[in-house]
Structure formats: structure tokens, C-alpha cells
């Protein structure tokens, strides 16, 4: 089993930063490469950001490609998500989640077998 706890979410206006943490404990983290995702209401779980297990390639959803960055540090458990130029479509609950990582291509929800509780992110206009 691996335990994922996001946190870092919040309230911010358009144009503003943050910055999601997600730390991992229960196995070797570095097995493992890691998503966000994220989910507004009413829509589904769409893959936001991939990063592989040593943090060599990373990968973005479009719409925030230039605005977002995916990182690690497998000393710390932790992953990350710099968000910058927030726009009020990125107000969403962000999840991140974790897979063994084959090598593949990792971006959908059911490629993905653990998954933390969630933070709110909200941007206003």
C-alpha cells in the first residue's frame, strides 16, 4: 500500500501561484512514478501532469503546459505541482496519485493504483 496526503491547496485570485505538495509513505517512492489530476464539479477526473519514477520525463495535460510544473524529491517522499498564472478553469479539487512505473505512458485514471483525499483549489476572477 502506498498513503498519499496532498496539501497546499486554496483560495487565489487569477494570475496568482501555488504550489501542491504530495507526500508519499508505505513503500520505496522511488518505484514509483507519479500524477495529478484534478476534478470541478460536475465533470470528470481529468489528468493534469506525469512525472517518472526518477524524474527524467515529465508530461503535461495542454492547458496548462507552460503554466504548471511537475516535480520530485524521492529523499522527501514528495511531489509537487507549481501552478502559475492561475486561471479560474483550474478551480478544481487536484489529486495526486501514484503507479508503478513500467515505462509506460501514464495518463489516465486506470492506469493509476493509488490516490490521496484531494485538495481544493480555488481561483477567482
Known amino acids: 500500500q502506498v498513503q498519499l496526503v496532498e496539501s497546499g491547496g486554496g483560495l487565489v485570485q487569477a494570475g496568482d501561484s501555488l504550489r501542491l505538495s504530495c507526500t508519499a509513505s508505505?513503500?520505496?517512492?522511488?518505484?514509483?512514478?507519479m500524477g495529478w489530476f484534478r476534478q470541478a464539479p460536475g465533470k470528470e477526473r481529468e489528468f493534469v501532469a506525469f512525472?517518472?519514477?526518477?524524474?527524467?520525463?515529465?508530461w503535461y495535460e495542454d492547458s496548462v503546459k507552460g503554466r504548471f510544473t511537475i516535480s520530485r524529491d524521492n529523499a522527501k517522499n514528495t511531489v509537487y505541482l507549481q501552478m502559475n498564472s492561475l486561471k479560474p478553469e483550474d478551480t478544481a479539487v487536484y489529486y495526486c496519485?501514484?503507479?508503478?512505473?513500467?515505462?509506460?505512458?501514464?495518463?489516465?485514471?486506470?492506469?493509476?493504483?493509488?490516490w490521496g483525499q484531494g485538495t481544493q483549489v480555488t481561483v477567482s476572477s
Open positions: 512525472i517518472r519514477r526518477n524524474g527524467g520525463s515529465t
Open positions: 496519485a501514484a503507479v508503478q512505473d513500467r515505462g509506460y505512458y501514464y495518463r489516465v485514471v486506470r492506469d493509476f493504483d493509488y
Open positions: 508505505g513503500r520505496t517512492f522511488s518505484n514509483y512514478g
